[in-house]
């Protein structure tokens, strides 16, 4: 079905055409101001401006197109429910070759400015009009800019996360509240095995090889049968754990980062130490999240007491004695970090003559590094020293924990 409209906007005769299909989706858009599409007008504008980035502004022209097109977006409002989302994007979208061309001619620099002039610009229109213009595709590729062209994982990932509630947000409005899981940030920050997402091969791929092949050592050492799907499934799909997988996924990328720069080409620092105990730690944080979700108790060490009474039959009592006997309690007066850590790590933990299941030490070495972490910013030298074999091990206690999910 054709439709169409006209309006008048700031003395500018606006017209709007488009396509409705039998499945309500919208085709065939075309934006006119003054009889001239709005692509056109944009286009020839671009082509006009300086991309000199001391100079890279937006043009008077087009905060005037811009303003008379939101205001567009507003009249149509109650035209059609997505009309707004397709509206946004289309416009948004008209900058996207522009922004190609710069980052092929590498001068990222200049090609990261149009996404944020934009969000400014568009902000700055809401703020006046008291309407929200749905600014997801600006911050998808601003986010995209910052982790591609500049490495700026703290950056790029707030740009994403941005770029998915805005994508959220407009879900809830149209009374579709799961649709923005389908949606390219939300594939992203979720680490999502899908290769339509732009940035599934630069960024997501990697990491989902990367923890694939950690599932595969956790199955052979610990006589496991974790799939990808599973955790997949009941981690990274999981809604309930949206705000913990999404800091699992940052993380997983700075761990990656950091294993590449810090131990390949600058070597270990006081700074490396430091940033890897921050990562550890922040994994650390994940695992209790999960833990209380499955559990529900308000401490790590009760939590992870529900999951040794059903697993192992081992009750509160024995727990203590375990970590009593081994030094393992951060609180006995003859504890040593480093002896604990290392007797974990080489499974020399004993109870009743016998060694404790192996599964049992990832448990317990949570616990050690959580009140480590949670009470000092001291680094002992066995972080530094055993870091990676620590961080295995940790990632594994997550896939131990995710398997109990269901």
């Not at 065939?28 to 286009?43: A, Q, R, T, V």
């Not at 993380?251 to 810090?262: A, E, G, R, S, V």
């Not at 081992?314 to 002896?339: A, G, Q, T, V, Y």
Request: net charge neutral; aromatic share 14%.
């Amino acid at each position: 079905m054709n439709k169409q409209k006209e309006f008048t906007i700031d003395d500018k005769k606006v017209k709007i055409e488009y396509l409705l299909t039998d499945k309500n989706i919208v085709d065939n858009l075309k934006i006119m101001i003054e009889g001239n599409l709005i692509n056109n007008l944009i286009n020839n504008e671009l082509k006009t401006m300086s991309h000199e980035i001391d100079k890279f502004i937006l043009s008077n022209n087009i905060k005037e197109y811009g303003g008379i097109y939101f205001e567009l977006i507003k009249r149509m409002e109650g035209e059609k429910i997505n009309l707004s989302f397709v509206l946004s994007n289309y416009f948004f979208e008209l900058f996207l070759e522009l922004w190609k061309t710069l980052r092929k001619d590498l001068k990222i620099v200049h090609a990261i400015k149009i996404w944020d002039e934009l969000i400014k610009f568009t902000i700055g229109w809401e703020d006046k009009n008291n309407f929200k213009i749905h600014k997801g595709t600006p911050y998808f590729f601003l986010g995209t800019g910052h982790l591609l062209d500049f490495g700026n994982l703290d950056v790029g990932f707030s740009c994403l996360y941005s770029a998915m509630e805005e994508d959220k947000n407009f879900s809830l409005k149209v009374n579709m509240p799961d649709d923005h899981r389908s949606k390219p940030a939300y594939l992203t920050l979720s680490m999502i095995e899908n290769q339509a997402n732009a940035l599934y091969d630069p960024l997501i791929k990697d990491l989902i090889q990367a923890i694939k092949a950690d599932i595969v050592n956790y199955n052979k050492l610990y006589s496991k049968g974790l799939t990808f799907q599973y955790f997949y499934q009941n981690f990274l799909n999981n809604p309930n754990l949206d705000q913990e997988k999404f800091f699992f996924v940052y993380n997983l990328h700075d761990f990656l980062t950091y294993k590449n720069i810090f131990t390949s080409h600058i070597g270990k620092t006081s700074f490396s130490d430091y940033k890897g105990l921050d990562i550890l730690f922040n994994f650390c944080l994940i695992i209790e999240v999960v833990l209380t979700y499955l559990y529900g108790k308000d401490k790590l060490f009760k939590n992870i007491l529900e999951y040794t009474k059903k697993k192992f039959k081992i009750e509160e009592s024995e727990l203590l004695k375990i970590s009593d006997l081994n030094r393992l309690n951060h609180k006995n007066p003859i504890f040593i970090f480093s002896d604990a850590i290392n007797k974990i790590l080489d499974d020399r933990v004993y109870y009743k003559n016998q060694k404790v299941d192996s599964s049992l030490n990832l448990l317990l070495l949570l616990w050690i590094l959580r009140n480590y972490g949670g009470h000092r910013i001291t680094i002992d030298p066995i972080i530094s020293e055993r870091y990676g074999e620590i961080l295995t091990k940790i990632l594994y206690a997550l896939f131990l924990i995710c398997e109990e999910i269901n």
